[in-house]
């Protein structure tokens, strides 16, 4: 079946570093890919989406690439803020199927240093 | 604010009871999607509904139900709960009831503890 696999938590950074959370996909298809965002004590937000292979989403500085060949979505941002503290997930959703279930990976818990 | 509504916010009940968890989609959403996030399962697809009728099920337990109305809003019941029913609940609605990338978009959330 189809499945997502995202980095383990949590990860921790100083402001200005780099990110990036590696998250791979399994599924039969041509799945969509999503990146949602859950800030603390909120609900998930949409961060970035792509439909298609090598579509990039991108929004709020950061960006993901779908990657066909390697099965992958990595999510990535030049410099972080503490503002970007929040929970990350990757999705996908089977365009193919008759409904339209997302299915998540475990999520990723970013905190950023000041 | 992504104009999905749930209440209530937060709900503490006993072992063995019965509650309702309430949505309101999106204006012009016809589809509602119900998720379990806790610790020990991440976030789980429970069930969703496209236009009052059931379109597709995940990981619901049978004492777990959920109905749309005629108006698009949309209740999971929970019954006979048991202490690892505690969780967030979220709901989400879109636009169509299949994806091809459609964005869902999510609730605050209900928060059920059970004692």
């Known amino acids: 079946g189809n499945s997502v696999t995202q980095m383990e938590g949590p990860v921790t950074l100083s402001e200005e570093a780099f990110l990036t959370i590696n998250c791979t996909y399994t599924a039969t298809g041509y799945p969509s890919l999503f990146w949602y965002v859950q800030y603390p004590g909120e609900g998930l937000q949409l961060l970035l989406k792509?439909?298609?292979?090598?579509d990039k989403g991108s929004n709020k500085g950061f960006e993901a690439t779908y990657r066909k060949e390697t099965t992958s979505f990595h999510l990535e941002k030049g410099s972080v803020q503490v503002s970007d503290s929040a929970v990350y997930f990757c999705a996908l959703s089977d365009r193919g199927s008759s409904a339209s279930k997302i299915i998540f990976g475990s999520g990723t818990r970013l905190s950023i240093r000041p | 604010d992504s104009g999905v509504t749930q209440t209530p916010k937060h709900l503490i009940t006993a072992t063995g009871q019965r509650v309702t968890l309430r949505c309101s989609p999106r204006?012009?959403?016809?589809?509602v999607y119900w998720y379990q996030q806790s610790l020990d399962q991440g976030l789980q697809f429970l069930i969703q509904y496209y236009n009052g009728e059931e379109r597709a099920k995940g990981n619901i337990l049978e004492r777990f139900s959920a109905q749309q109305f005629p108006d698009l809003h949309s209740e999971l019941n929970l019954s006979s709960l048991e202490l690892g029913d505690s969780a967030l609940y979220f709901c989400?609605?879109?636009?169509?009831?299949?994806?091809?990338?459609?964005?869902?978009?999510f609730g605050p959330g209900t928060r059920l503890t059970v004692l």
């Open positions: 792509a439909t298609k292979a090598d």
């Open positions: 989400a609605s879109s636009v169509a009831g299949t994806s091809g990338g459609n964005e869902q978009f």
């Open positions: 204006s012009g959403d016809l589809s």
